[in-house]
């Protein structure tokens, strides 16, 4: 890979990070502003917030492929955050749904910290991965105040 590539895969990429963060911002900002729209946000953010941390897991799916230490911990390690997701929307209220999924990108923010540092990572990557999630458990914790508020 040329300097220039990976120049344009640092844009890309933190580009992309940071705009994944937008649907949580703006549909914490819509249950705040419209009230009207309090339902199908927290449903959208909710949804959204699913589907995220399942790809956050994914990517411990694809290192377990790829590389060959580890595979089973990591496979493992790769399914965890869907089945959170999918249970807590399943068989728990909303308020305590909100809860879960904000403190797993937390969670899943403490268990990539140690993988991420005995790969080659971009230190671009190793950056902005903290700070999207913690962005993400400030708005979950957000539209939890919303919510019992």
């Known amino acids: 890979m040329t300097v220039d590539e990976f120049a344009r895969a640092e844009r890309m990429g933190t580009r992309l990070g ?3 963060l937008a649907p949580f911002v703006l549909g914490a900002l819509a249950a ?3 009230e009207d729209l309090h339902q199908l946000a927290l449903r959208a953010f909710l949804l959204y917030s699913i589907v995220i ?3 956050m897991g994914g990517v411990h ?3 377990g492929l790829v590389l060959g230490t580890r595979q089973s911990s990591r496979l493992l390690i790769s399914v965890v955050p869907a089945l959170i ?3 807590t929307l399943l068989v728990l209220p909303v308020h305590l749904a909100l809860a879960i999924l904000g403190g797993a990108y937390i969670a899943q923010w403490f268990v990539d910290r140690p993988i991420l ?3 080659p990572i971009p230190p671009w990557y190793v950056e902005m991965r903290p700070r999207l ?3 993400v458990a400030g708005c979950h914790l957000f539209m ?3 919510l019992l508020g």
Request: hydrophobic share 60%; aromatic share 30%.
């Open 18 to 20: 940071y705009l994944g």
């Open 32 to 34: 705040l502003l419209f």
């Open 53 to 55: 941390l399942s790809f």
């Open 61 to 63: 799916w694809g290192l």
């Open 85 to 87: 997701g999918w249970l």
């Open 117 to 119: 540092a005995e790969l």
């Open 133 to 135: 999630a913690y962005t």
């Open 144 to 146: 939890l105040f919303r």
